[in-house]
């Protein structure tokens, strides 16, 4: 906390016994040095001193100091205690593995006491009780020691373990450590011994830990006393994870009926309120070495499934299973160079190198006891090393931005040309997760080329300069659902479509709701039907609906009451939009504006996203379909993907910048012909705008200290760092979105990589030292098609293709690629 890594603003206490002694002076050198409460503390200890990390810890150290305040200050913690909280709600008390919750403290003002915590504490907060045996004044400095929980487990369910009775020896199998609830022999809510980074020896009696009970390290079941041939562990996450491995640390002692496991069997459910996966998928466990009685990991392959909640069934191979630790390999991994990301990104708690190297840098391997200071040394060489590089790329581009502002020398047009301006209002979307109501603001305002058409815009606001491919000034719209997909040029009297009829008004009543697609911060977007459109002669009667059946439409509301601002961003959003008229775009059908609340009406596609409609698809195989699995051809793939090429090649050709293609944005619907008839496996696709407000999708959105929220995995590196959109950069999001769409959805664009270091892997790109991560050529992609997605994704934006060149390729040549 001295050197700031912590900030004082989430350091906070109970009380304080003057301004001096509050908890706020922790990195500043002011105040006298430590937190005093108010009053004298009694054996209870009632008062606390409370430090947010903001996301999960893994803390396995924790240090103590009194008030030394050169030789002035005599308090001091003879003991404490510690409390906890994942959810800054449900709150935990520390016990060590004897079941003690009393940690001593300091005998004087001046020594630091260091105290390893056995077992470690997962936690968001943390408060420090201190204890006195008498009435008395206590001072007291608190330092954490751990690393960024990264694993994302915030609780499992398992059975209570059983206890083994040997001759003359009972071993308890419990789960001592676990610190949630039990009831009726289950233990939920917890986290405990399966994930506590011990792992257990060949002989189970035999423990890591001193003056602990047999059977310490394992948690066991008996087949007899469960009651049935398999044990139950579901273990919940804080967010979605897409998972490659799971690791099982089991226990194979044969000779007295322990051996491990012999199949797996996992559902999945991508959220809380999502269904569970079906089929389970089964594991098989080979058990070549039966008479081998050493412990093992098995490592057991997930098939990067998406989950936020997994529930294993591990069948019996004997009378006994026991299991020491449960660890997983999911696209969350969190490495060693993105720590360092996060001290430059991120204003919540991360740790300085020396805390960094003092504890085990990854939950599931056993807990590190060296007090060797050489990794330590070698990690604080190699970061300065990166904060020069930094400090020297820093200098650089910013004597390079003053050489353009002085006109002292010309600017490369890869430079920074936009900059973004970061709102601070909050979306609650299904009222559960909080996300940035809009993208970052595009500001643009005309060069000498303009000024013979000042004053033609519908928004002008001087804050950068125009990209070198903009032809017109820049707005972004705030939608009502919570996102700002596109950023539109300011239509002059002569731009196409500028001269658009007025939208019919719609009667409210038509429109019956099926479903809740979305939410945001200033309105909802509903799935309705009207069941017979051809009935109101205001409604422009879409191409591609037979005649007679019901129209699915989106509605987007502004909520009764939103702010000005809001209502004339629909407003202008309703008028920009009618003037979209492409086979290949969501079109806007209609008003309902002459009374609150204010509405817009889009066409909704009967088979729902593309990113859905393909990931319940297998590819079609040439020796036929397998499974009753739906199936998809590549032919119907480009021909989708050429649909989607089409449709952003009109907006280019408007200056239009949509900012998040991707297939969760893309809508599916049956090819039908003059008569209404379905012919079968073309789809329809359009180009739509609803991803971002669908609880669905919230895992694809990155938020930036809590605010703004951007799709960083199928952003251009220039976006990420120098919030620079274009059409150039719509064509790396559609680089991606056709590889997504070659991979049949399966995954997310790099599933492997932690949102930090897509970010990192932004700044490769910008570095071009060739150490950049390009996505890999999915399986069923040739290599001239792949050769195109490399392109989308050149390092020079004016290297990139254009949409009519892509779309070209797609309907020309990508068509006979095998």
Not at 772 to 797: F, H, I, K, T
Request: aromatic share 10%; glycine share 8%.
């Amino acid at each position: 906390m001295e050197d700031g890594t912590i900030p004082d603003s989430d350091i906070t206490a109970s009380s304080a016994w003057s301004d001096s002694t509050e908890a706020k002076h922790g990195s500043t050198g002011e105040g006298d040095g430590a937190w005093c409460p108010a009053g004298a503390v009694f054996p209870s200890g009632s008062e606390y001193l409370q430090i947010d990390l903001h996301k999960l810890h893994f803390l396995a150290l924790v240090g103590t100091q009194g008030r030394h305040a050169d030789g002035h200050g005599q308090e001091f913690a003879r003991s404490y205690r510690l409390r906890y909280s994942r959810d800054g709600e449900k709150w935990i008390t520390w016990k060590d593995r004897w079941g003690q919750d009393v940690v001593s403290g300091n005998e004087n003002t001046y020594d630091i006491v260091l105290k390893d915590l056995g077992p470690p504490i997962v936690a968001r907060m943390v408060r420090f009780y201190p204890l006195a045996d008498r009435v008395m004044s206590v001072c007291l400095r608190v330092e954490l020691y751990g690393c960024v929980w990264d694993d994302g487990l915030k609780a499992y369910t398992a059975p209570v373990g059983h206890v083994m009775q040997l001759p003359g020896m009972p071993v308890y199998l419990n789960d001592s450590t676990y610190d949630g609830s039990t009831e009726q022999g289950m233990q939920f809510g917890g986290l405990g011994q399966l994930c506590d980074g011990v792992l257990g020896g060949d002989d189970f009696i035999q423990t890591k830990e001193l003056r602990v009970w047999p059977g310490y390290d394992y948690l066991g079941w008996s087949r007899e006393a469960l009651g049935q041939g398999s044990v139950d562990i579901e273990f919940h996450f804080e967010r979605p994870r897409v998972f490659h491995n799971m690791q099982v640390h089991s226990n194979n002692r044969h000779t007295q009926g322990v051996r491990v496991f012999s199949k797996v069997e996992c559902l999945f459910k991508p959220g809380i309120l999502q269904p569970w996966s079906s089929p389970a998928l089964t594991l098989p466990v080979p058990l070549e070495d039966l008479k081998d009685p050493s412990s093992r990991p098995i490592s057991l392959p997930l098939g990067g499934q998406p989950a936020q909640i997994l529930r294993c069934k591990f069948y019996f191979a004997d009378r006994w299973l026991l299991i020491s630790e449960i660890s997983f390999l999911s696209g969350r991994k969190l490495l060693f160079f993105p720590l360092f990301l996060t001290f430059m990104t991120d204003n919540t708690a991360s740790w300085t190198l020396s805390e960094f190297a003092a504890v085990t840098p990854r939950p599931g391997l056993p807990v590190a006891k060296d007090d060797s200071s050489n990794t330590a040394i070698l990690i604080g060489c190699l970061v300065g090393i990166i904060l020069l590089l930094l400090a020297v790329i820093a200098v650089i581009l910013w004597r390079q931005y003053w050489k353009k502002i002085l006109g002292k020398g010309s600017l490369s047009s890869d430079e920074l040309r936009v900059h973004l301006s970061v709102p601070s209002d909050n979306v609650v979307i299904n009222n559960t997760h909080s996300y940035s109501s809009r993208y970052q603001r595009i500001h643009t305002f005309p060069d000498d080329r303009d000024h013979d058409r000042e004053g033609e815009g519908e928004y002008q606001e001087p804050s950068a300069l125009v990209p070198h491919y903009a032809e017109a000034d820049i707005v972004s719209l705030q939608g009502v659902s919570g996102n700002n997909t596109y950023a539109v040029p300011a239509l002059a009297s002569s731009s196409p479509g500028a001269d658009a009829a007025p939208l019919p008004e719609l009667p409210r009543q038509c429109l019956i709701f099926k479903e809740k697609l979305g939410e945001g911060q200033f309105g909802e977007v509903h799935l309705c039907e009207i069941e017979n459109p051809q009935d109101l002669p205001t409604l422009e009667f879409p191409f591609n609906v037979r005649k007679g059946r019901p129209l699915l439409v989106a509605v987007k509301i502004l909520r009764p009451d939103a702010s000005k601002n809001a209502r004339n961003d629909f407003l202008k959003e309703v008028k920009i939009l009618s003037r979209l008229k492409d086979p290949n775009i969501i079109r806007l059908l209609g008003v309902c504006v002459s009374s609150d609340p204010l509405c817009m009406v889009t066409e909704y596609m009967e088979c729902g996203d593309l990113n859905q409609y393909l990931s319940h698809r297998v590819l079609l195989d040439k020796t036929g379909p397998s499974h009753n699995t739906p199936t998809i051809s590549y032919p119907a793939l480009i021909s989708m993907a050429s649909q989607i090429a089409s449709g952003m090649k009109f907006l280019s050709s408007l200056n239009f910048v949509h900012r998040d293609l991707a297939t969760r944005n893309c809508l599916v619907g049956g090819e039908r012909g003059e008569n209404g008839e379905d012919r079968g496996g073309e789809r329809h696709i359009k180009i739509a705008d609803f991803g971002m407000s669908r609880n669905l999708y919230a895992g694809d959105y990155y938020r930036i200290q809590g605010r703004a929220v951007l799709p960083i995995r199928w952003m251009a590196w220039e976006c990420i760092l120098m919030g620079k959109f274009t059409t150039a950069s719509d064509v790396w999001a559609f680089g991606v979105t056709l590889w997504e769409m070659l991979s049949i959805c399966q995954e997310q664009p790099y599933c492997n990589l932690t949102d930090e270091q897509v970010i990192d892997n932004a700044g490769e790109f910008f570095r071009d030292q060739g150490r950049q991560v390009y996505l890999s050529r999915p399986a069923v992609c040739p290599q001239g098609l792949y050769e195109l997605m490399l392109s989308c994704w050149n390092r020079d934006c004016k290297l990139r293709p254009t949409f009519a060149y892509i779309h070209s390729f797609l309907t020309e040549d990508a068509m006979n690629m095998v």
